[in-house]
C-alpha cells in the first residue's frame, strides 16, 4: 500500500514542485511498482484528496502522465533539479501580481476616501423660531439678524466661498473682502455683494421676494441668469414669484430694517401682504374673510404691542372687525397658534 506522503509528494511532484530527493522517490517508486497496481492503490487517497481540495476536473490519468513527463526530463537533463527554485520563484511573481494591485487598490481608495473625506462638506444652520428674532456672526465677521421662522445655512468651509442659503427674513451687514464675493442663495435668486447693508424677505409662503439696500451695491440675478438687476440704496426690488416679474422703487430702507431693533413696520402694505408678517410676528394664524379686504392699505410702525392691540389699530384705518378664538390645546398639551378672523364691517 502506498503511504499517502507519497500520495501528497505524487501531487507535489505532478505538478513540477519538488525537490531532487523527491524526484528520486517518485522515480523509485515508479520504477518498482506496476502502472495499474500503483494507480489501484492511489485511487482512494487520491479521491479522498481531491473531495479536499474541491477540484473535480483534474484526473488521476493525466497526474500520472504528468508525473511520467517530469520523471523523462529529470533523466534527461540533470539541471533540471533547479526548476523546484525555478517553479517557486515564477509561483510567487505570480502571486506578487495580485498582492501588488491590490496593494495598489488599497491605497487608491484610501486616498480617495481621503479626498471624499475632504472634499465632503458639512453644513451649519441657524433659525429662529417664530416669533422670535436671532442674531449671527459668520466665520468672516459678517454680521446680521434672522427674523422668525426663518433659516439661515452655510458650509463649513465658508471661507473659501462666502455663500449662505436663505430661507425667510435677514440682514446682512457684510464684512468687505478685496475679489471675494459674498452671495446669499434664495429660492428664485441670487444676491451677489463685495460689502454692504441690506435686508432680504424671501419666505415660502409668500408669493414674492423682496431686497432693500441700505448701504453699498448689490448685484441680484435669477438662477437662469435671464436677468441682472443692480440696486443702489434706499432702492428696494420685488420679485413677483408667479408673474416672473421685478419692480424697483425707491424707499426709506431703514424702516425695513427696523424689525431686527423690535419694530414692526407696516409701509403702506396691502393687508393680503402686511397680514403674513403679523402672522410671523406673533405665531398666530389669521384668516382674512373676503378677498377684497386683502387690498386695502395702510402704515404703521409697532413697538412690543400685543397682537390685540395691533389689530384694534388697523381696524381703526381700515373697514374690518376681527375675532379672536379661545386657544385650545393640543394633545401633547401645549396651546395651539393663536386664530383670528378678520372680514369688512357690514
Do not use: C
Not at 162 to 177: C, I, S
Not at 187 to 195: C, P
Amino acid at each position: 500500500m502506498v503511504k499517502k506522503t507519497n500520495t501528497n509528494k505524487l501531487i507535489n511532484f505532478s505538478e513540477g514542485k519538488y525537490s531532487y530527493n523527491d524526484y528520486l522517490q517518485v522515480k523509485s517508486l515508479f520504477k518498482e511498482a506496476d502502472d495499474d497496481e500503483l494507480k489501484k492503490q492511489l485511487y482512494q487517497q487520491w479521491n479522498e484528496i481531491m473531495q479536499h481540495q474541491g477540484d473535480d476536473d483534474q484526473s488521476l490519468e493525466h497526474v500520472f502522465d504528468k508525473i511520467q513527463h517530469n520523471i523523462l526530463l529529470e533523466d534527461i537533463n540533470p539541471n533540471k533539479r533547479n526548476l523546484v527554485w525555478k517553479i517557486y520563484r515564477y509561483a510567487a511573481a505570480i502571486l506578487f501580481i495580485p498582492v501588488l494591485l491590490f496593494s495598489i487598490w488599497m491605497l487608491t481608495s484610501k486616498q480617495e476616501n481621503l479626498s471624499a473625506s475632504k472634499n465632503s462638506v458639512s453644513w451649519i444652520e441657524i433659525n429662529a423660531p417664530e416669533a422670535a428674532r436671532v442674531e449671527f456672526v459668520l466665520p468672516d465677521s459678517t454680521r446680521g439678524w434672522l427674523n422668525g421662522g426663518s433659516r439661515l445655512k452655510y458650509a463649513s468651509n465658508f471661507n473659501e466661498k462666502r455663500k449662505v442659503e436663505l430661507k425667510g427674513e435677514a440682514y446682512f451687514e457684510v464684512e468687505h473682502r478685496d475679489l471675494s464675493e459674498f452671495t446669499v442663495g434664495l429660492n428664485k435668486l441670487d444676491v451677489k455683494v463685495l460689502g454692504t447693508k441690506f435686508n432680504i424677505s424671501d419666505y415660502q409662503s409668500d408669493f414674492f421676494t423682496d431686497i432693500v439696500l441700505l448701504e453699498g451695491k448689490v448685484e441680484i440675478s435669477d438662477k437662469a441668469e435671464s436677468f441682472k438687476q443692480y440696486l443702489s440704496p434706499d432702492q428696494k426690488i420685488t420679485y413677483d414669484i408667479n408673474n416672473k416679474s421685478i419692480t424697483i422703487s425707491d424707499v426709506d430702507a431703514k424702516r425695513y430694517a427696523a424689525w431686527k431693533d423690535g419694530f414692526l413696520v407696516i409701509d403702506n402694505e396691502p393687508l393680503g401682504q402686511a397680514i403674513s408678517r403679523i402672522e410671523r410676528w406673533y405665531n398666530a394664524e389669521i384668516v382674512i374673510q373676503g378677498e377684497a379686504l386683502k387690498s386695502y392699505r395702510f402704515k404703521a410702525t409697532f413697538k412690543d404691542e400685543p397682537l390685540e392691540e395691533v389689530l384694534r389699530l388697523i381696524s381703526l384705518t381700515t373697514p374690518l372687525k376681527y375675532t379672536v378664538e379661545k386657544r385650545d390645546v393640543d394633545t401633547g398639551g401645549v396651546l395651539k397658534k393663536k386664530k383670528v378672523f378678520i372680514k369688512l364691517k357690514k
